[in-house]
């Protein structure tokens, strides 16, 4: 059993098998991941298996360490997501136990649905599709429907980080005027100064 271990570690490090950090999964399962997403959120997609068979909607949010993906319902042009309704999308009840924070009791939540469950609608017909990959003329990489070939443009809620950068400097981080100051002279070859 170490020797398996061993492997796995071995393979992490040449990049052969994505690691998670809050899911540490064994290289059977690392050999499960999907390694290219065709499937972004904020994507148009359709329910193809399931109970929901047939239900179209936007990504939510997608998990990539675990292939799954949260699809919110799409009414008019506002999104309402699965904690509004109990209809459409997969959910599910728990259980929870009460502690300090929080009171307990039987919460009805969202379900993730396997990424193999959904499919991108294609924009020109409205059927759900397969996504292959193209490059433009000028070289830019699109996504495009296999059925009819047309350009699947990109979510714009892809532009938005869910977590914002930090833009206040802390206690690790370099002053600017130490990342400023010119401590090679390419002319005399005097590169740090002395210590």
């Known amino acids: 059993m170490f020797w398996m271990l061993e492997i796995v570690k071995l393979l992490r490090g040449?990049?052969?098998?994505?690691?998670?950090?809050?899911?540490?999964?064994?290289?059977?399962?690392?050999?499960?991941?999907?390694?290219?997403?065709?499937?972004?959120?904020?994507?148009?997609?359709?329910?193809?298996?399931?109970?929901?068979?047939?239900?179209?909607?936007?990504?939510k949010r997608v998990t990539r360490s675990q292939n799954r993906v949260i699809v919110g319902e799409k009414s008019g042009r506002k999104l309402r997501f699965l904690c509004f309704t109990a209809l459409f999308f997969p959910r599910v009840k728990k259980h929870i136990k009460a502690s300090e924070g929080h009171e307990g009791g039987i919460f009805t939540v969202e379900a993730p649905l396997h990424a193999s469950n959904v499919q991108v609608v294609d924009p020109l017909t409205g059927r759900p599709c397969k996504v292959g990959i193209k490059y433009l003329e000028d070289g830019t990489k699109v996504r495009v429907s296999r059925a009819s070939q047309s350009i699947i443009i990109g979510p714009e809620i892809l532009k938005i980080r869910t977590t914002p950068r930090p833009n206040i400097a802390g206690q690790k981080d370099t002053p600017m005027d130490l990342v400023l100051e010119k401590t090679y002279d390419c002319k005399t070859g005097k590169c740090m100064p002395d210590l």
């Open 14 to 59: 040449c990049g052969v098998i994505q690691w998670c950090n809050d899911v540490e999964m064994g290289w059977k399962e690392a050999g499960k991941l999907i390694r290219h997403w065709k499937v972004l959120r904020g994507d148009n997609v359709r329910i193809i298996r399931g109970k929901d068979k047939g239900e179209s909607g936007l990504i």
